[in-house]
Structures are given as C-alpha cells and as structure tokens.
C-alpha cells in the first residue's frame, strides 16, 4: 500500500489543526507556508475532509478551518480512508490463492490496526525523539 500525496498532505493539515486546536481557525495559506506546500493543492484536499465532517470552515477575515471533533477523537485512519479510499494493499483480495489471500489480509488488518489506533492528538504531540528514530534500516 502506498500513501500518496493526498493523503500525507491531508495528513499534515489535520496535525496542523490539532496543533491548533482550540485556538480559533487557522488559514491554509498559513499552513502551506510553514510546510513549504501548494496552498491550492491544500484547498482541493480540504474539500472532501469538510465534506466528511472532519473540518470545519470559518468565513471572515479571520477564519480558516478547525477540527470539527477533538483531535483525541480523530484517527489518520480516518483522514486517510476520506482521501485515499479503503485501505488495502492488493485489489481484488478475494480472486487470490488462499495462502496469499491470507498474507494480504494479515498485512491489511496491521495497517489498519496502526491507522485505527494513532489519534490527531498522538501525531500532533509527537516530538521525533524515539529512540527508534535514530536508526535507519534499509531492506
């Protein structure tokens, strides 16, 4: 399965609006900015996340959008099913031989299980200092 740049630039809006969360709206512009991203590119994304009830918009000089939910309510499992579609790794699971039919499975259900399990909140907080990150592992 791989995430494209919809659902990792979705990704970063949302963590964006966590940050943020409760200090009124924050601007697209503002968030393309800090992250060096296309505003426009953010403005098409963040259509089918108001659509899905995720965000909401704030009109007026000072508006932008905001979490529609607290951000410990909100997984990236969410986020990225609204920009990404169902989340699996093979199509058609159904037409494969049991055995990898079975490894699909195995691997769809760990994905969604870390997807499921990682709230806004988690991602927003997150510092990068794990000890995990410090090392890089090449198959």
Do not use: C
Not at 54 to 68: M, Q
């Amino acid at each position: 399965m791989r995430i494209s740049t919809k659902g990792r630039y979705g990704l970063t809006i949302m963590i964006e609006l966590a940050r943020k969360y409760g200090e009124g709206p924050t601007s697209l512009k503002s968030i393309a900015q800090s992250h060096d991203l296309s505003e426009h590119y953010l403005e098409q994304l963040i259509a089918p996340l108001r659509n899905a009830g995720l965000v909401k918009s704030i009109r007026g000089a000072y508006g932008g959008y905001i979490l529609a939910n607290d951000p410990s309510k909100i997984t990236a499992g969410d986020v990225i099913r609204v920009l990404e579609g169902p989340i699996t790794p093979v199509e058609g699971i159904e037409d494969e031989p049991p055995a990898q039919r079975h490894l699909w499975l195995k691997i769809r259900d760990a994905v969604k299980d870390v997807l499921d399990n990682m709230t806004l909140d988690d991602l927003a907080s997150h510092t990068g200092d794990n000890e995990q990150d410090a090392y890089m592992f090449y198959i």
